[in-house]
């Protein structure tokens, strides 16, 4: 047949569609469960690392199960969801809602809030899932707290595609490790959010250090806190009252 | 002796000297970075952090070389007048394994590259090994081409990380080399050191190929222009 002809053309065009399609195929559905299992175990990775625990993508999940006692969603004023509206086990409930994706595709006020009641060294922790814009993408992160629901016991961060030595520092010890320590709320009770500030300013136990030359995922990474942990903070509030009127 | 008896032509080694140069010459005298201007994007793009670097490197490599061999196997039924969007969908197909393949085995050095690996497909050096080498030749010298071609991209790459992190962040592949008391910071005045934000932005990346692509030439004698 001759090689340059149109219908050979058309013939070696549409034949190679279909064999390297199917092969895309073949490949993504076998390596499909291998990827889901690693998205899973990545964010209990995360949500461990937001408490503290270091651990690898392949430890993630008995340490998740080990320390992670209960999961309760908010809906976007900040009261709990009944959990029998739930349908199942409230944690995968809890892990099936992605913070990101919650900010991206959601209107405000339809957007769903999961919080983890965790457990370290018999202490209550709680761990928020926060998600905004970075400079190029999404960025997602997980803030701990201590029983007080105001001093922060560590926070995790991730990205889709900040830029590598610049806005993706934010996933690094350096950045991560100025948030230990810090209070959600001023001294009467009153929601501050932790700030992201311009590196050197004088530090309060509401800032932490941006990232020099990450100037815009700084921003984004404040902008996400600040948003996402109001919600939670009312929740926190709606908790601490009840508590009081208890006793 | 006599001229009469027709000497066979011995079989080719799979290391002939010839084959030995395939993978030689593009580490200098034909680099694809340096000398035949290839790739450059990526180059500054990926070399911020030596290990960036280097699994940048060897996915190219890997699909440089697979690339290669695929369509030297085809290049006697390629129809000519498609041969581009054959090696574009040959080359696209191998970066979304590649992709696939690292997010499912090796999930944290995927998560850190997941765009630049997409962007292999752009990588002018794939595609320009291809067109130049394996349409024309048997699949076992483009296995040897790719491989070079995959290595002398690794030496650029992996010299350009190695500077760019260590003047630009005092690291290397992610551990701190220059001790922490010798960089100056505001919450240590006394460090002597001051890390060079400028080299770990893609233009400093540039000027350091153009110091690499002087100082290459005025060692190699065979890449000075009359």
């Not at chain 1, 926070?155 to 934010?170: C, M, N, R, V, Y």
Request: net charge neutral; aromatic share 8%; hydrophobic share 45%.
């Amino acid at each position: 047949m001759n090689k340059d002809s149109n219908a050979y053309t058309i013939i070696f065009a549409f034949v190679m569609c279909v064999v390297v399609g199917t092969a895309l195929v073949l490949v993504a559905q076998l390596l499909k469960p291998f990827q889901d299992a690693n998205i899973l175990n990545d964010k209990k990775q995360n949500i461990l690392a937001a408490l503290q625990i270091k651990t690898d993508l392949k430890g993630a999940e008995a340490k998740f199960n080990e320390h992670v006692k209960e999961a309760i969603i908010l809906n976007a004023k900040g009261e709990a969801i009944d959990p029998a509206t739930l349908g199942g086990d409230p944690i995968k409930a809890a892990l099936d809602i992605n913070a990101l994706t919650e900010f991206k595709d959601k209107k405000p006020e339809e957007r769903k809030y999961p919080l983890f009641v965790c457990e370290k060294e018999s202490k209550t922790y709680f761990v928020m899932p926060v998600g905004g814009l970075g400079l190029w993408a999404g960025i997602w992160g997980y803030v701990s707290v201590e029983a007080d629901m105001n001093t922060v016991a560590g926070a995790s961060f991730d990205h889709k595609s900040e830029t590598p030595g610049l806005g993706a520092e934010i996933t690094t010890d350096f950045f991560e490790g100025q948030f230990p320590g810090k209070k959600l709320n001023d001294e009467t009770g009153n929601f501050v959010s932790i700030r992201v500030v311009k590196p050197g300013t004088p530090q309060t136990e509401h800032t932490v250090d941006g990232i020099s030359g990450g100037t815009f995922t700084s921003k984004g990474v404040d902008e996400m806190l600040t948003r996402c942990l109001s919600v939670y903070s009312v929740y926190f509030k709606s908790m601490s009252n009840s508590v009081t009127a208890t006793n | 002796m006599s001229t009469t008896e027709v000497k066979k032509a011995p079989k080719e080694g799979l290391f002939s000297k010839k084959n030995r140069k395939l993978i030689t010459d593009p580490l200098n005298d034909s680099n694809p970075v340096t000398v035949q201007v290839l790739g450059i994007c990526s180059a500054l793009a990926v070399t911020v952090q030596v290990k960036n670097a280097f699994v940048m490197a060897a996915s190219v490599t890997a699909v440089t070389i697979l690339g290669n061999v695929l369509m030297s196997l085809m290049r006697n039924i390629v129809p000519n007048r498609i041969r581009i969007i054959v090696q574009l969908v040959v080359v696209a197909a191998l970066v979304i394994i590649v992709d696939q393949t690292l997010k499912a085995f090796v999930y944290d050095v995927s998560k850190q590259l997941s765009v630049f690996v997409g962007l292999i497909i752009t990588n002018c050096i794939i595609m320009g090994r291809i067109e130049a080498f394996a349409l024309g030749n048997k699949p076992w010298p483009s296995v040897l081409d790719g491989l070079g071609n995959g290595l002398g991209y690794g030496i650029v790459l992996m010299t350009l990380g190695v500077v760019r992190e260590l003047f630009g962040s005092g690291k290397l592949w992610g551990a701190q080399v220059l001790p922490e008391s010798w960089i100056y910071s505001v919450n240590n005045p006394d460090g002597w050191y001051v890390l060079n934000n400028f080299i770990i932005l893609p233009p400093m990346a540039l000027m350091l190929v153009g110091l690499y692509i002087w100082i290459q030439r005025a060692r190699n004698t065979k890449l000075i222009e009359s």
